[in-house]
């Protein structure tokens, strides 16, 4: 089934750790994004890609890096995990053109403590 | 950069009662406008959309309209019911060459 899928769903690490956040979606999708939110509050723009290869930073600051070897996957990494970075973790996609629908992955509950 | 504004961030409705929800953009070059649901512990999902070649847009109990001139556009419920209640999410963006522009979410609670 075409969808977005996250993993893990939920991981409790330690600081310190280096960890690495699982997007796949089997939509044939060129554009991918990462967004941060806390339960219920804003969503906000972490990084995004617009094809392999291709991968920019978003409007909120981040201490994680993405990649985007191939069109179907878009992993992010945290180097050191720390406490702060204790969130709710968002991957969607969307087409490059004509419809313009962004759907969202399940996300990935990350607590660092 | 495009800059949306959501208002009100809470709103508390009876059930049956109506619930309108506002968001106002500032990039006039922005031309398509969807509006998320996202409920307790799941991901944001759409719900509606709309461009600018059109004026509003209607789906069963949801509907949107968009003020091109004024740069606003805004989300009616009618008829809510409690499975309505969620955290709503409006954004704007240029087309599909550009990221889509959240505003801050607007959490609705409908109750009995």
């Known amino acids: 089934e075409a969808d977005i899928y996250q993993t893990p769903r939920y991981l409790v690490i330690g600081t310190g750790k280096k960890i690495t956040l699982e997007c796949s979606q089997t939509?044939?999708?060129?554009?991918m994004y990462w967004y941060q939110q806390d339960p219920g509050m804003e969503l906000h723009l972490i990084h995004y890609?617009?094809?392999?290869?291709?991968?920019e930073k978003g409007d909120l600051s981040s201490e994680s890096t993405v990649s985007r070897i191939r069109t179907e996957h878009f992993p992010l990494t945290l180097e050191s995990a720390r406490p702060s970075h204790t969130s709710q973790y968002l991957c969607?996609?969307?087409?490059?053109?004509?419809?313009?629908?962004?759907?969202f992955g399940p996300g990935t509950r990350l607590l660092v403590l | 950069g495009e800059n949306v504004e959501q208002h009100p961030s809470t709103l508390s409705v009876q059930e049956g009662d109506s619930a309108v929800i506002k968001c106002t953009y500032s990039?006039?070059?922005?031309?398509?406008f969807p509006w998320y649901k996202q409920e307790l512990g799941k991901r944001p999902q759409l719900i509606i959309d709309?461009?600018?070649?059109?004026g509003e847009k209607k789906d069963q109990r949801i509907a949107v309209t968009l003020n091109k001139t004024a740069k606003h556009f805004s989300l009616h419920i009618t008829e809510t019911q409690p499975e309505d209640s969620a955290v709503y999410f409006c954004a704007a963006s240029k087309g599909s060459g550009y990221a889509l522009n959240f505003g801050k979410g607007t959490s609705l609670l409908v109750t009995p």
């Open positions: 709309i461009r600018s070649n059109v």
């Open positions: 990039d006039s070059a922005s031309n398509y």
């Open positions: 890609s617009y094809g392999v290869n291709s991968t």
């Open positions: 969607a996609s969307r087409v490059q053109t004509g419809q313009e629908t962004q759907y």
């Open positions: 939509m044939g999708h060129d554009k």
